[in-house]
């Protein structure tokens, strides 16, 4: 089987369907693990730090867990976003006090998977202003992780316009600008004037960047928290 694989990935039509992977659906890590063959076939492998982060199981239903981070008990739900898992969640979150909304910025040329006519970007934002526009999130704060930008920094300027996502667009084709503009476009989406969220631009994959993000975010639950009982 490794030898199959490996002749396929080497496959000039292969990687011709690669190149144009925005028209199908096509893990993020494909390439990375694909390219990791001859490491993983070895008989010694042992998955590192970075295999892990890459591996992805897709979340269905609604999914707890619970650890201990300064000196606090945090209970995190994960739950699907995919259209036919949106309903047995959206209602179990009335005593929420933090909502995390993770959106790809990488996802701004691709299609869902159960819908090829959607743009997955497009998609991601109207679930967004669902989510924080809904009675039951009034009181929560809002935290929002703009996820992949290492992929979204690769991919925009090579021929992949932003104006995929975004017709309006009349920004330039380089990171920075893209990527204030699909933050403000998200920002917009609040109808809430009183109501804050707080972005962060991320790489999951990058250790020391999540970890500097997660104190940020859990300082910030700790704040709105105390605010809330008028101790802030």
Same mark, same amino acid.
């Given at each position: 089987m490794?030898?199959?694989?490996? *002749?396929? /990935?080497?496959?000039?039509?292969?990687?011709?369907?690669?190149?144009?992977?925005?028209?199908?659906? @096509?893990h993020d890590s494909a390439k990375y693990f694909l390219d990791s063959l001859d490491r993983i076939y070895d008989r010694n492998f042992v998955p590192t730090e970075q295999d892990i982060l890459r591996t992805r199981v897709a979340t269905m239903g609604v999914i707890e867990v619970c650890f201990t981070m300064k000196n606090k008990l945090w209970r995190v739900f994960d739950v699907g976003g995919q259209r036919s %898992? $949106?309903?047995? /969640?959206?209602?179990?979150?009335?005593?929420?006090?933090?909502l995390i909304y993770v959106a790809s910025l990488?996802?701004?040329?691709?299609?869902? @998977?159960?819908?090829?006519?959607?743009? $997955?970007?497009?998609?991601? @934002?109207? @679930?967004? $202003? %669902?989510?924080?526009?809904?009675?039951y999130f009034v009181n929560t704060s809002v935290i929002l992780f703009l996820n992949k930008k290492d992929l979204f920094e690769n991919k925009i300027g090579h021929g992949k316009s932003l104006r995929v996502a975004f017709p309006n667009y009349k920004g330039g084709e380089n990171y920075d600008? &893209?990527?204030?503009?699909?933050?403000?476009?998200?920002?917009? &989406?609040?109808?809430?004037?009183?109501?804050?969220?707080?972005?962060?631009?991320?790489?999951? *994959?990058? *250790?020391?960047?999540v970890q500097f993000v997660l104190d940020s975010v859990l300082d910030t639950i700790l704040s709105s928290k105390l605010k809330g009982c008028g101790l802030y």
């Open positions: 490794y030898k199959v694989i490996k *002749t396929l /990935w080497n496959d000039k039509g292969v990687e011709a369907a690669f190149e144009r992977r925005d028209e199908f659906y @096509l %898992q $949106r309903k047995k /969640w959206i209602h179990c979150f009335d005593d929420a006090k933090a990488s996802e701004y040329d691709q299609v869902l @998977l159960e819908d090829d006519t959607t743009n $997955r970007m497009q998609e991601s @934002l109207q @679930l967004f $202003r %669902q989510v924080i526009n809904n009675k600008e &893209a990527a204030k503009y699909i933050e403000a476009q998200f920002m917009a &989406a609040n109808e809430n004037s009183e109501k804050s969220i707080y972005t962060h631009l991320t790489c999951a *994959t990058d *250790t020391q960047q």
